[in-house]
């Protein structure tokens, strides 16, 4: 089973309201992503990082930002959410090679 | 046009039956192919990953990567209702220089495999 977790697993919240999704790996792995997906919908990649305190912003434009303070944490925060921000988001960390990717389960998020 | 194409479906197969799903693609410099089942509120997990062409067996499911068409296949045998998921291929280039991946996803096929 992977290592891998993120928090909260649901979340519903007010139009200006800040959060933070948590994404936590045991595995040591140094490249970690976050994508969205919506339904019947691409995942796309929103930002990734590949080690300690190195942060990128993917393809998909994001009003969110990331850090990468510890190896095992990459928390993603929207500063102001809004209804647009209404997605699931994936995070996911890779090892030494392709087979070695794991997933989290996911956040759905709703913003009112 | 976008970088991967797949056939979002919906599938509908009995129990038994083979199945075959697809993704085209247009970046000729993908190296890295995958296949991904993902189960309805998880994240995915990956199935399977090839290198560059050719095939490659897991038990009842088989991928098949032909380069020269840009088209990339998976193959389950012998289909299960728990097989009942949507299927995600996703390609990606090594950055050499920061040793790591970019994966580009397909939408996603949702599969149903009916007892």
């Known amino acids: 089973e992977a290592d891998i977790y993120q928090t909260p697993r649901y979340l519903v919240i007010g139009t200006g309201k800040k959060i933070t999704l948590e994404c936590s790996q045991t595995m040591g792995h140094d490249k970690m992503y976050w994508y969205q997906q919506d339904p019947g919908m691409e995942l796309h990649l929103i930002h990734y990082s590949y080690g300690v305190n190195s942060t990128e912003k993917g393809d998909l434009s994001s009003e969110s930002t990331v850090s990468r303070i510890r190896t095992e944490h990459f928390p993603l925060t929207l500063e102001s959410a809004r209804p647009s921000h209404t997605s699931q988001y994936l995070c996911?960390?890779?090892?030494?090679?392709?087979?070695?990717?794991?997933f989290g389960p996911g956040t759905r998020l709703t913003v009112l | 046009q976008k970088e991967v194409e797949q056939d979002p479906g919906p599938l509908s197969v009995p129990e038994g039956a083979i199945v075959s799903l697809n993704c085209t693609y247009s970046?000729?410099?993908?190296?890295?192919f995958m296949w991904y089942r993902q189960y309805s509120r998880k994240g995915p997990e990956l199935l399977m990953y090839?290198?560059?062409?050719g095939n490659k067996e897991d038990g009842r499911f088989t991928a098949q990567v032909d380069k020269s068409s840009k088209y990339i296949s998976l193959f389950i045998r012998d289909s299960q209702p728990s097989d009942s998921a949507t299927y995600l291929c996703?390609?990606?280039?090594?950055?050499?220089?920061?040793?790591?991946?970019?994966?580009?996803f397909g939408k996603g096929t949702k599969l149903s495999v009916i007892p």
């Open positions: 996911a960390s890779i090892g030494g090679g392709l087979n070695e990717q794991f």
């Open positions: 996703a390609m990606s280039f090594l950055f050499s220089g920061a040793g790591s991946y970019q994966l580009t």
């Open positions: 970046n000729s410099a993908f190296q890295y």
């Open positions: 090839t290198y560059s062409s």
